[in-house]
């Protein structure tokens, strides 16, 4: 059976990686239709090698008979249109935040939670979870399961492609006028971003917290287990696609390095490359086009009584995003029929 599927945001970074994919894995499409803005119908985008699609006005598209819709187009969009598209019975899967922490809506990370799509058809709408959530879960799950994970500290190093095209472009032209001694004053970050780090993504809390760590706490809550307590620290880096984590946990159980390393070894969506060596480990430039979650650096946190450090890395345009999405929707074919 074939399924007709509809990109929303299909001209943006996510979206374009959504219909990469969807021809990669071969999803099984009877037709995709690739929608965005007003401003950009009529663009063209690739799908798969040789077909080329035409963007339609998402404002006129009607979607009666379409099965499932992929949604990046921003959370004030998505607001709009996806309980539009979800009323006329399209499955939803969307990559903004608007969703992600309402109670009745899944939050899901196929490798962590797929039992949460159980409930689906109630709103018709699934949430993919933030970007450094998601690689961070995918990480923490095999070994939640193992020794019960009491506590988070987590520190992110991310990429300027989770701030859109916008944030690469500035990287990149800041970089460029560096070298010829022309300044260019931030526009899409707070400071210069190009050979410095920022630690702000999103707007400020009350707390004092950043919008991207209360999300990091929260998903983490959500997806994984409400016990566990997480504190985060978020930092934007000269770096154009590849988040990176440094991550340390507090089990309630023991656990040793090797064991870890083994558990991990074994798990869903992680690869682990631990060599105490020169380049032992993954960088985020290695992450960037391939679909696994990065695991190195394990080791022991002699502060605590059951505590390890890990270093986590992932393509946040991929399976941050575009690839979670994409499995939700394998997940709901596979064990739901949709």
């Excluded at 009666?64 to 187009?73: A, D, E, M, N, V």
């Excluded at 159980?118 to 939640?144: D, E, G, W, Y």
Aim: hydrophobic share 40%.
């Amino acid at each position: 059976m074939g399924y007709k599927v509809a990109v929303v945001g299909a001209t943006g970074n996510v979206g374009r990686v959504m219909l990469s994919i969807l021809a990669e894995r071969k999803f099984p499409v009877s037709e995709v239709v690739a929608l965005a803005s007003n401003n950009s119908a009529g663009k063209e985008v690739s799908f798969g090698e040789d077909k080329i699609l035409v963007v339609q006005d998402l404002a006129k598209y009607d979607f009666k008979g379409t099965q499932i819709g992929l949604f990046s187009p921003g959370a004030s969009v998505s607001k709009i249109f996806a309980p539009k598209a979800a009323e006329a019975g399209c499955v939803v899967i969307d990559n903004t935040s608007h969703f992600r922490m309402m109670e009745d809506i899944p939050l899901v990370v196929p490798e962590v939670n797929p039992e949460a799509l159980k409930n689906f058809r109630k709103k018709n709408i699934i949430a993919n979870p933030n970007c450094s959530t998601i690689q961070m879960v995918v990480a923490l799950k095999p070994l939640h399961d193992a020794a019960k994970i009491k506590r988070v500290v987590v520190s992110t190093y991310q990429s300027v492609s989770g701030a859109g095209k916008e944030g690469m472009d500035e990287l990149y032209d800041q970089t460029k006028k560096t070298f010829v001694y022309d300044k260019q004053e931030p526009k899409k970050f707070t400071k210069q971003i190009a050979y410095n780090v920022i630690p702000h993504i999103d707007v400020f809390m009350d707390d004092g917290a950043t919008k991207e760590e209360w999300k990091m706490v929260h998903e983490t809550k959500k997806i994984l287990d409400p016990k566990i307590e997480v504190s985060a620290t978020c930092v934007r880096v000269p770096v154009f696609v590849g988040h990176s984590e440094s991550i340390n946990i507090e089990f309630e159980n023991a656990i040793t390095p090797e064991e870890a390393r083994e558990i991990l070894d074994n798990a869903p969506g992680c690869v682990v490359v631990d060599r105490a060596e020169n380049g032992g480990y993954t960088s985020p430039i290695e992450a960037v086009g391939e679909d696994a979650v990065y695991i190195s650096r394990i080791r022991k946190d002699p502060t605590v009584k059951n505590g390890l450090n890990l270093w986590v890395v992932s393509d946040n345009v991929r399976k941050g995003a575009a690839l979670n999405s994409i499995q939700i929707a394998e997940e709901l074919v596979r064990s739901y029929g949709l």
